[in-house]
């Protein structure tokens, strides 16, 4: 079966940046499932696997703006401290969820604190870089009705 929309995808891979340093890996883990055509993974790595079997290994490289965007400076601000009430002690790389305007949830890295100011950054720490994949195709399966209704693959731990 060839990984199209709407299927269950299992895989094993290794992310690396520029430099070849990994940055993520599921090797020694669980493998990574998704539901293809679904967003659950970065848009240039599912366009390339489109189509890929059981057993297929591939290296894609995707860009900025096939993966997590690019850096936006608007993502970047500072904050009064008092907004981090019940935290005695902010740290640089310090990570909080916020919820955006329209209520949505996301995080935010403490880049640098001064005086009474914090400086957050909303950007994916991924964001602006490319992205090397190594890839292997595990397993492609039909997806079940509550998976397609949910728009991800259920799994240990699922609260659905």
Known sequence: MKIANN?????????????GDVVDASEGAEPLVYLHGHQNIVPGLE?????????????????????????????????????????DKIELGMEFQVQNSEGQAHFVEVVDVTGEEVVIDGNHG???????????????????????EHGHVHGAGCSH
């Open 7 to 19: 299927l269950a995808v299992s895989i094993h891979y290794t992310l690396k940046n520029d430099a």
């Open 47 to 87: 366009n390339a696997l489109a189509g890929c079997e059981v057993g297929e290994a591939k290296k894609v490289s995707v860009s900025p703006a096939e993966g997590y965007g690019e850096k936006n400076d608007e993502l970047i601000q500072a904050v009064p401290r008092a907004m981090f009430t019940g935290v």
């Open 126 to 148: 991924l964001a602006g870089q490319n992205l090397h994949f190594e890839v292997e195709v595990l397993e492609v399966r039909e997806a079940t009705k509550d998976e397609l």
